[in-house]
């Protein structure tokens, strides 16, 4: 099976927005690999968070790619929107995707990566049919809504599962984790078949700045792949 590098996605939401270029400058020293941004309408999830000029802003702060994870209802208006900003790659939520096959077609159509989420309450399995449409399988290890809760635990045995699927469908798609991710609870996932780890909180808030926060997480999940 082939193995794939395991990737850091600082998520933006947590950097100091009065600082933002700073914080995405000191991330890319530090080897983060894409950027993580989380767009929340206060209706899919209690919270509103950014939004396409925010994401065209990290565009022109950054040569990697961006990484749009959309916790809105309604997804499939804003698509162009994103893309057009900058997006590299659009995560939307299954659960509110009624014609997901057709989302997800047109994030490619559009030369994106897609990518599907799926909450906490809902399983693995539900998404085994959307598999060939997707680059990357969002399996969130909190509720979506707020950076900084905790991880919940069972997380790992979802991503384990998922990662079954994917490999009996003779695919190679990307496992990503967000909620909760440092370097205590990202080896577990890491074990289970996740290669993108998605934190805001461990990297923004780390005691010792971004660039420990980075470097713990990076050497917390390289004992795993090796
Ligand atoms: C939560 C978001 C996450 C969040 C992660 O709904 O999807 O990307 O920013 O924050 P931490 O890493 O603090 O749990
Ligand atoms: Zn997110």
Redo the contacts with the bound molecule.
Sequence with gaps: MMVNKNVIMP????ADFLNLGDAIAECVAAGADWF?L?I?DGHF?P?IALGPGFVEACRRATDLPLDV?L?IENPDRFLEVFASAGANSISVHYEVCPQVRNTLSTIRNMGLNAGI?ISPGTAVDEIKDVLDLVDLV?V??????????G?IETSPEKVRRMRHLINAAGLNTHIQV?????SKTAPACAEAGADYF????????HPNGITAGIRALQSSIELESR
């Design positions: 998520s933006i939401l947590s993580h989380d929340m999830v919270n994870h916790m989420a969002l969130m290890t909190v509720q979506p809504g707020f950076a900084g809760q991880f967000d909620g909760g991710i440092n998605v934190a805001a909180s461990a990297i923004f808030q």
